[in-house]
């Protein structure tokens, strides 16, 4: 399991926590809410509401090519989820059918029955992602924002993914500061069964004692506490929260690069992966800057024999995204940031360019 059942949760309350979850929080300019609308196979609404509010009224039928984002603009909702009734049913039944291949190769390969696929919970879950996107190809469930089509990985490569992000036996720290005060952070340490213990701002900063209010020089304190009190840190990222969810929207992963050397962003240990990452993207955003100086020939093209003969002689690095086969960075910031009909109108057909997933990051 990746997080046990008795995890260990302590050191949040209500404004740490919300602040911890507003990093993630995709911008809906303002709205909240998420608007359900339950629809038979001929579209008649069997019911609408929004969660937390109460029963809404949506017109009936729901036309074929209905704008879901006109719906939360009428019902100032944050998001808006149309099921076909069966759709739960469905994604359960498909569920079952991946759930029960995939038991049946485990027993095939005589997999060890605390690893086995129908108990591992990353196995779970990523049959429920396909499920839910063969339901949604086949008009069954429709959803506004729609969500990143980042490309399934196997539960193997997630689990190679924790083990490069968060080794057993080690500590991962996100601390963030509003001025010269923390305002909100995570501590998680990991055993072999999985995530067993999270603590929160409160826990920390009694772990350490009074700071200074600068994570500059605050950031030797927090890694020392969590590494003497949890497990060794193996990661540790300290910025001010703005900063941070600032970046996280930022659709070029260069940008991570500017505020890691600008000192905005303190990150403490450095894995080797993160490493890869930033010089990777360093690299790419210095030959966007002078592709044009050179008259139009790439930078990359001119080092590209340099590089062949480094690799040569280096071990080869491994990166979250090589792990993965994508950039979650880049997925990450293409979600949160505000829906194209958030401020123009949904029939404006200009397209624009997204970032790709892939890459180092």
């Known amino acids: ?166 080794p057993v036996g080690h500590s991962f720290t996100l601390v963030l500061y509003d001025d010269d005060a923390v305002s909100t952070a995570v501590a998680l340490s990991r055993r072999r069964e999985g995530i067993d213990h999270v603590a929160g701002p409160e826990t920390l900063l009694r772990w350490t004692g009074p700071l200074s209010g600068d994570y500059h020089r605050d950031y030797r304190a927090l890694s020392d506490a969590v590494s003497t009190n949890l497990a060794p840190l193996h990661l540790g990222v300290f910025a001010q929260r703005e900063t941070v969810e600032r970046l996280l929207r930022v659709p070029d992963p260069g940008a991570w690069v500017t505020a890691v050397a600008a000192r905005e962003v303190l990150v403490h240990p450095t894995p080797a992966y993160v490493a890869v990452a930033l010089g990777a993207d360093a690299l790419r955003s210095l030959t966007r800057a002078t592709t044009e100086l050179l008259g139009g020939v790439e930078l990359l093209e001119i080092f590209r024999p340099m590089g062949r003969a480094l690799r040569e002689r280096l071990p080869e690095a491994t990166s979250l995204s090589a792990t993965l086969g994508w950039n979650p960075l880049a997925t990450l910031a293409r979600a949160l940031r505000p829906p194209r009909s958030a401020h123009r109108p949904v029939e404006d057909p200009a397209p624009r360019t997204e970032p790709s997933d892939r890459g180092e990051g």
């Not at 509401?49 to 036309?63: F, H, I, K």
């Not at 984002?69 to 569920?95: P, S, T």
């Not at 992602?129 to 969500?147: C, D, M, Q």
């Open 1 to 166: 399991m990746i997080v046990r059942e008795d995890i260990r949760f302590e050191g949040f309350d209500a404004r740490s926590w919300a602040a911890l979850l507003a990093l993630v929080r995709p911008d809906a300019r303002g709205r909240h809410g998420t608007l359900l609308v339950a629809v038979d196979e001929q579209r008649n609404v069997l019911n609408a509401c929004v969660v937390g509010r109460g029963l809404v009224q949506v017109a009936s039928p729901v036309a074929a090519d209905v704008q879901l984002a006109e719906l939360c603009r009428e019902h100032d909702v944050a998001r808006a989820i149309l099921l076909v009734e069966g759709a739960f049913e469905e994604v359960a039944e498909r569920l079952a059918l991946d759930l029960n291949a995939a038991l049946t190769g485990a027993r095939g390969a005589h997999a060890e029955p605390s690893r086995g696929a129908l108990g591992d919970d990353l196995t779970q879950l990523a049959a429920l992602l396909g499920a839910l996107r063969e339901v949604h190809a086949a008009g069954w469930l429709s959803i506004w924002p729609p969500l990143p089509s980042i490309p399934l990985t196997s539960a193997a490569n997630v689990r190679r993914a924790l083990d490069l992000l968060l």
